[in-house]
């Protein structure tokens, strides 16, 4: 069973620019798209970015232009590089599958945007 653990969250000022690292603890070159989500307090987790086996990406319109998600099948990781940061991008960061179901969720990482 792969595990996720997350990293790299902080507190930041409005524009600034933080880099999430998810690192898996098997390989995750055999899965096909993988994701980062995010959850606010009080809504829903979403999906705000994923990254397909042969590196085709999408994003959320909230987020597009300014995070942008990435992934090193030999580290077995996945990033997300997220610049231009805004109050609204506060959440826990969390990395899974797209969709998720087969691994289980890591702790997350937060993000906090304020100045």
């Known amino acids: 069973q792969v595990q996720l653990v997350e990293s790299g969250g902080g507190l930041v000022q409005p524009g600034g620019s933080l880099r999430l690292s998810c690192v898996a603890s098997?390989?995750?070159?055999?899965?096909?798209?993988m994701g980062w989500y995010r959850q606010a307090p009080g809504k829903q987790r979403e999906l705000v970015a994923l990254?397909?086996?042969?590196?085709?990406?999408n994003h959320a319109d909230t987020v597009r232009g300014r995070f942008t998600i990435s992934r090193d099948n030999a580290k077995n990781t996945v990033y997300l590089q997220m610049n231009s940061l805004k109050p609204e991008d506060t959440a826990v960061y969390y990395c899974?599958?797209?969709?998720?179901?087969?691994?289980?969720w890591g702790q997350g990482t937060q993000v906090t945007v304020s100045s």
């Open positions: 098997g390989s995750i070159a055999s899965i096909n798209t």
């Open positions: 899974n599958t797209v969709p998720w179901g087969t691994v289980g």
């Open positions: 990254i397909d086996i042969g590196g085709n990406t």
